[in-house]
């Protein structure tokens, strides 16, 4: 099976596994896991601030970012298509009982003048009790539902510092900011400048098998380690992942390129495919998105599979699929076959059926 669904699917290789095998570990609750530290040590490092917390998901380091920055009651602006908005199962309502003001982002990326909108222009006729107080802004570079797009580092110091003009704490969800420095060679650190809380994830095209980590000032930081514990995020023997974390972090993070490389190729190869819309230069990098014009993309994912390609459906008329380490130029190959086969393959459908979804 070729797995293009999501780059949380590699694997980790077997020089990975043995250092997981022999890693130093405590119990990370009573803060003593070395390896843990070392990690949170690490990613702090490369990302400039004072201090990280190693969690197991970024599910979990965007839930606690938010409960920590926020009160019950506050609104939290985000890009309308953001993970922590719609991929998060309703969580910042769950948890932290916030108002979520989505902004109008293409490909998840927002304007100054977005944020403004939201935010409204005071008057001293207008009771400043009747609106939910904006606390936290929130970016995701490099943007998952947007296709992997990629931030511009002075569209970010914009966007931070009209967040900033409006008392906002800022936060940036990192999950794949990795691939952002990979494919533009901005630093981590200079990405993460502008923001109070930085997430970034180790078991996505990194390869890790599990974990997140939070990153932000000292005492920001001890504050979310509370929260962490409080929604069941203590692990105790955490070392055991946080090795194949650091392994990760220095053998395969200077390897992401090569991921970039499989995802242009894949897009260049589905432009020939009759049957397929997508513009190869949006493919900015691990993560392609493209568009069908007259086959329904459940009915031609469920054909690729029978073939041996797995890959997301995304709307009624898109598909996702996501290049990780594991994925070969061979494999591109394959899938590209499989893909012109399974569209063979699938019942022409009206445009009614392949209506355009939310715009990605
Ligand atoms: C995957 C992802 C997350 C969540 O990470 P998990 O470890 O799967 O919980 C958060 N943000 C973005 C942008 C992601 O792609």
Known sequence: MIDLRSDTCSRPTPEMRRVMADAEVGDDVYGDDPTVKALEAAVADILGKEDAVYMPSGTMTNQVAVRTHTQPGDAVLFDQAAHVYVLENGGVAAFSGVLPRPLPGVRGIFTPADIDAVIGVPHRFFPTTVTAPARLLCLENTHNNGGGAIWPLEAVEAATAAGRRHGLATHLDGARLWHATAATGVSEADYARSFDTVSVCMSKALGAPMGSCLVGPADFVSRARRFKQMFGGGFRQAGLVAAGALHALEHHRPRLGETHGLAARFAQGLAQIDGIE????????????????????GGLVDQAHQRGLWMLPSGADAIRAVFYLDITERDVDDALRIIAQAIDASPRVGAEQTARGAGY
């Open 278 to 297: 997508i513009d190869p230069a949006s493919v900015q990098s691990n993560i392609v998105r493209y568009r069908l014009t007259h086959v329904a993309a």
